[in-house]
């Protein structure tokens, strides 16, 4: 009698079986705004659940898939005013005219075992002009007297 054995062997940089076809949840973003040479503004991306996560393993939503990652597409075109740190903190901090504008910016989440799994939605970042809030002259006028007139006037003596 021959008996069957049969192994899988999951490399550890695989991804769990069903996660090559989960959904990622929507994540939130929220659209972002800075003024030139302004203060910086920052939005944390939260983690995101997935769809294999919440039905396998401990049904957290997170942990049978493992590790997750976001970056934003195409980052080269947008250093160095909007960046992505290590917390997965979007940093908005614009300082060069050159930025100014309107741009809607790709953000994707995918797994760190699969990159090839993953979600991406669109947020705008908006950079104004610099944002004037007070004008003020930087020199003191000095009084001056003006005369407005120079004493009595004289007929003029005409003759014909």
Do not use: W
Not at 101 to 129: A, H, K
């Amino acid at each position: 009698m021959e008996t069957e054995i049969k192994l899988t062997v999951l490399s550890s940089t695989a991804l769990p079986p069903g996660c090559e076809d989960t959904q990622f949840d929507v994540f939130p973003l929220s659209d972002m705004n800075a003024n030139l040479n302004d203060n910086s503004v920052f939005f944390q991306l939260e983690p995101v659940q997935d769809s294999e996560s919440r039905t396998q393993g401990n049904g957290d939503g997170f942990s049978y898939c493992k590790e997750r990652n976001y970056q934003i597409v195409n980052a080269a075109q947008y250093e160095p005013f909007l960046t992505l740190d290590e917390t997965n903190q979007l940093v908005l901090d614009a300082s060069q005219e050159s930025e100014i504008g309107q741009y809607e910016v790709e953000i994707m989440i995918f797994f760190e075992r699969d990159p090839l799994v993953n979600s991406v939605q669109t947020l705008m970042v908006t950079v104004n002009p610099c944002k004037v809030t007070l004008y003020a002259v930087s020199k003191t006028l000095a009084d001056v007297d003006y005369e407005v007139g120079t004493g009595p006037l004289t007929t003029p003596n005409y003759e014909f």
